[in-house]
Protein backbone atom coordinates (compact mmCIF):
# COMPACT_ATOMS: atom_id res chain seq x y z
CA UNK A 1 0.00 0.00 0.00
CA UNK A 2 2.89 2.91 0.65
CA UNK A 3 4.33 1.72 -3.29
CA UNK A 4 1.08 2.93 -4.42
CA UNK A 5 0.65 6.07 -2.54
CA UNK A 6 4.45 6.67 -3.16
CA UNK A 7 3.89 6.32 -6.80
CA UNK A 8 0.53 8.79 -6.43
CA UNK A 9 3.04 11.34 -4.96
CA UNK A 10 5.69 10.91 -7.13
CA UNK A 11 3.31 11.44 -10.22
CA UNK A 12 1.79 14.85 -8.70
CA UNK A 13 5.04 16.02 -7.87
CA UNK A 14 6.04 15.58 -11.46
CA UNK A 15 2.88 16.92 -12.73
CA UNK A 16 3.57 20.36 -10.51
CA UNK A 17 7.16 20.33 -11.79
CA UNK A 18 6.07 20.32 -15.26
CA UNK A 19 3.32 22.93 -14.32
CA UNK A 20 5.98 25.36 -13.01
CA UNK A 21 8.84 24.28 -15.98
CA UNK A 22 6.23 25.85 -18.45
CA UNK A 23 5.05 28.92 -16.73
CA UNK A 24 8.97 29.52 -16.23
CA UNK A 25 9.33 28.99 -19.93
CA UNK A 26 5.90 31.16 -20.91
CA UNK A 27 7.55 34.16 -19.03
CA UNK A 28 10.97 33.49 -20.69
CA UNK A 29 9.37 33.67 -24.12
CA UNK A 30 7.45 36.85 -22.87
CA UNK A 31 10.62 38.33 -22.04
CA UNK A 32 12.43 37.66 -24.75
CA UNK A 33 9.64 38.69 -27.44
CA UNK A 34 9.53 42.16 -25.92
CA UNK A 35 13.78 42.68 -25.74
CA UNK A 36 13.43 41.52 -29.58
CA UNK A 37 11.03 44.49 -30.24
CA UNK A 38 12.49 46.49 -28.07
CA UNK A 39 15.27 45.73 -29.83
CA UNK A 40 14.10 46.33 -33.20
CA UNK A 41 12.86 49.31 -32.55
CA UNK A 42 16.00 51.22 -31.60
CA UNK A 43 17.74 49.39 -34.66
CA UNK A 44 15.22 50.98 -36.84
CA UNK A 45 15.89 54.06 -35.23
CA UNK A 46 19.56 54.56 -35.57
CA UNK A 47 19.45 52.98 -39.22
CA UNK A 48 16.93 56.13 -40.10
CA UNK A 49 19.04 58.23 -38.58
CA UNK A 50 22.29 57.09 -39.84
CA UNK A 51 20.66 57.09 -43.09
CA UNK A 52 20.17 60.84 -42.78
CA UNK A 53 22.96 63.68 -43.80
CA UNK A 54 22.09 65.74 -40.86
CA UNK A 55 23.07 69.85 -40.66
CA UNK A 56 26.21 71.08 -38.34
CA UNK A 57 24.85 74.54 -37.85
CA UNK A 58 21.07 72.83 -36.92
CA UNK A 59 22.73 70.29 -34.68
CA UNK A 60 24.74 73.60 -33.17
CA UNK A 61 21.16 74.81 -32.53
CA UNK A 62 19.93 71.50 -30.85
CA UNK A 63 23.08 71.56 -28.63
CA UNK A 64 23.04 75.23 -27.62
CA UNK A 65 19.29 74.60 -26.23
CA UNK A 66 19.63 71.33 -24.47
CA UNK A 67 23.40 70.68 -24.06
CA UNK A 68 25.25 73.66 -22.54
CA UNK A 69 23.98 73.36 -18.88
CA UNK A 70 26.44 70.26 -18.56
CA UNK A 71 28.84 70.32 -21.71
CA UNK A 72 29.58 74.28 -21.93
CA UNK A 73 28.61 76.76 -24.71
CA UNK A 74 31.85 75.32 -26.55
CA UNK A 75 31.44 72.13 -25.68
CA UNK A 76 34.27 71.96 -23.27
CA UNK A 77 32.69 69.89 -20.67
CA UNK A 78 31.44 71.33 -17.36
CA UNK A 79 29.55 68.42 -15.39
CA UNK A 80 29.60 66.58 -18.16
CA UNK A 81 32.77 65.34 -20.52
CA UNK A 82 34.55 67.41 -23.25
CA UNK A 83 33.19 66.35 -26.70
CA UNK A 84 35.69 67.16 -28.74
CA UNK A 85 36.86 64.07 -30.62
CA UNK A 86 33.75 62.57 -28.94
CA UNK A 87 33.30 60.65 -32.36
CA UNK A 88 37.11 59.19 -32.69
CA UNK A 89 35.81 57.48 -28.87
CA UNK A 90 32.50 56.52 -29.83
CA UNK A 91 31.02 55.33 -32.88
CA UNK A 92 28.06 57.14 -33.95
CA UNK A 93 25.68 54.17 -32.79
CA UNK A 94 27.48 54.19 -29.01
CA UNK A 95 26.74 58.13 -29.24
CA UNK A 96 23.34 57.76 -30.01
CA UNK A 97 22.42 55.23 -27.50
CA UNK A 98 24.33 57.70 -25.06
CA UNK A 99 21.87 59.89 -26.26
CA UNK A 100 18.71 58.11 -26.26
CA UNK A 101 19.38 56.40 -23.04
CA UNK A 102 21.17 58.64 -21.25
CA UNK A 103 23.65 55.85 -20.00
CA UNK A 104 26.07 58.05 -17.41
CA UNK A 105 24.40 59.56 -15.26
CA UNK A 106 23.95 62.08 -14.46
CA UNK A 107 23.09 62.46 -17.93
CA UNK A 108 19.51 62.50 -18.93
CA UNK A 109 17.82 60.32 -21.81
CA UNK A 110 16.85 62.81 -24.89
CA UNK A 111 13.44 61.38 -27.11
CA UNK A 112 14.86 63.44 -30.44
CA UNK A 113 13.48 62.80 -33.85
CA UNK A 114 16.18 61.03 -36.27
CA UNK A 115 16.59 64.27 -38.12
CA UNK A 116 17.53 65.98 -35.23
CA UNK A 117 20.07 63.50 -33.88
CA UNK A 118 21.59 63.17 -37.41
CA UNK A 119 21.84 67.14 -37.11
CA UNK A 120 23.74 66.84 -33.64
CA UNK A 121 25.67 63.85 -34.69
CA UNK A 122 26.82 66.18 -37.72
CA UNK A 123 27.76 68.71 -35.11
CA UNK A 124 29.47 66.62 -33.07
CA UNK A 125 31.98 65.42 -36.26
CA UNK A 126 32.28 69.18 -36.49
CA UNK A 127 33.97 69.44 -32.99
CA UNK A 128 37.27 67.19 -34.26
Known sequence: MSTSSSSAAERDFKKELL????????VFLICLSIFFENHHENNTYVTKTLELNGSAE???ALF???CVGCHGIKARGLVGPDLHSITQRLNDKEIIKQVTGGLTPPMPSFEIDPDNMSN???YLHSLE
Open 19 to 26: KIFFIVLV
Open 58 to 60: EGD
Open 120 to 122: LLK
Open 64 to 66: KMN
